[in-house]
Each structure stands twice: as C-alpha cells, then as structure tokens.
C-alpha cells in the first residue's frame, strides 16, 4: 500500500515551467513503477510519463516528449515532473500514479491531483 500526495500545481502563461511533485508514504517506494497522467475537462484520463523502479527507464506521451522529464528520488519517496514550455493544451488536473509494473498501464494507487491551468 502507498499513499501519494501531488504538489506544485498552478496558472502559469504559455511558454512558461512549472514542477510538479508526488510525496508517497510507505517503505516500499522502490519496488513501485511510478508515472503521472492528466485529465482535462470532458476528456479521458491520459498517460504522460512513467519511471522504473531505479530510475533508468523513463516513457513519455508523444505530446510531451522533448518538454517534460519525469524523475524519482528513492531516498525521499518523491516522484517529480518538470515541464517547460508548457502549451494551453497541457491544462489539465495531473495526478501521480504508482504500480508493480513498470511501463503503467493501470496504475494500483492514484493521488488526488493538482491543477495546472495554461493560458495563452
């Protein structure tokens, strides 16, 4: 079991960066593939990025490769996304997924989201 807790949301204008950070309780932070998806209004929820267990593996939406980069901190419990050059279209309420499996299809625990509103 692990709890997640996003932080770092906000309105920013195109163009500019914003990091998003995911505090997960529980010992067993490191035997977790973790990931961050978003959701925007009257959409599905999508995938964004994932991590492996030690980090050495990362995957990224086409939408977001070259702009967001997805990192872990295994001594902290902390999942982080930095994402520069941020469009309208990445509005949308991200939240911070973990699994056993590593790519996430579906992820096992879910954080309650963060707002990230773009405007043009």
């Known amino acids: 079991q692990v709890q997640l807790v996003e932080s770092g949301g906000g309105l920013v204008q195109a163009g500019a960066s914003l990091r998003l950070s995911c505090a997960a309780s529980?010992?067993?932070?490191?035997?977790?593939?973790m990931g961050w998806f978003r959701q925007a209004p009257g959409k599905v929820r999508e995938f964004v990025a994932s991590?492996?267990?030690?980090?050495?593996?990362?995957y990224y939406a086409d939408s977001v490769k070259g702009r967001f980069t997805i990192s872990r901190g295994n001594a902290d419990n902390t999942v982080s996304l930095q994402m520069n050059n941020l469009k309208p279209e990445d509005t949308a309420v991200y939240f911070c997924?973990?699994?056993?499996?590593?790519?996430?299809?579906?992820?096992?625990?879910w954080g309650q989201g963060t707002q990230v509103t773009v405007s043009s």
């Open positions: 997924a973990a699994d056993s499996s590593h790519p996430i299809s579906s992820p096992s625990f």
């Open positions: 991590i492996d267990r030690s980090g050495s593996r990362t």
């Open positions: 529980g010992r067993t932070f490191g035997t977790y593939g």
